[in-house]
Nanobody
Framework: QVQLVESGGGLVQAGGSLRLSCAAS????????MGWFRQAPGKEREFVAA????????YYADSVKGRFTISRDNAKNTVYLQMNTLRPEDTAVYYC????????????????WGQGTQVTVSS
């Protein structure tokens, strides 16, 4: 069982930066692939980024590639999402999730989800 709690969301102007954190409980955190997803009003939840358990592999949606960076600190049971050059279209609730499978963009493969943190980017 893994419990996830996101933090770091807020209101930022376009071009600004935010760093999201996701704190996980459970001794087996390091064995899980961790992912970030987001959901804008009226839209489906979509993949943002994922990182393998060893941090050896990371994956990004095309829309955030080059602007967002996912990382993890297994000693702190925490995964991060550094978001730079934010755009109004990045506005959404951001969720972290844990998967027992390899790094994947498929949200159905994620077993545990946090409650989400709101990110709002003003133009």
């Amino acid at each position: 069982q893994v419990q996830l709690v996101e933090s770091g969301g807020g209101l930022v102007q376009a071009g600004g930066s935010l760093r999201l954190s996701c704190a996980a409980s459970g001794r087996t955190f390091s064995y899980y692939t961790m992912g970030w997803f987001r959901q804008a009003p009226g839209k489906e939840r979509e993949f943002v980024a994922a990182i393998s358990w060893s941090s050896g592999n990371s994956y990004y949606a095309d829309s955030v590639k080059g602007r967002f960076t996912i990382s993890r600190d297994n000693a702190k049971n925490t995964v991060y999402l550094q978001m730079n050059t934010l755009r109004p279209e990045d506005t959404a609730v951001y969720y972290c999730a844990a998967s027992r499978q390899g790094a994947t963009m498929d949200l159905s493969k994620y077993n545990y989800w946090g409650q989400g943190t709101q990110v709002t980017v003003s133009s």
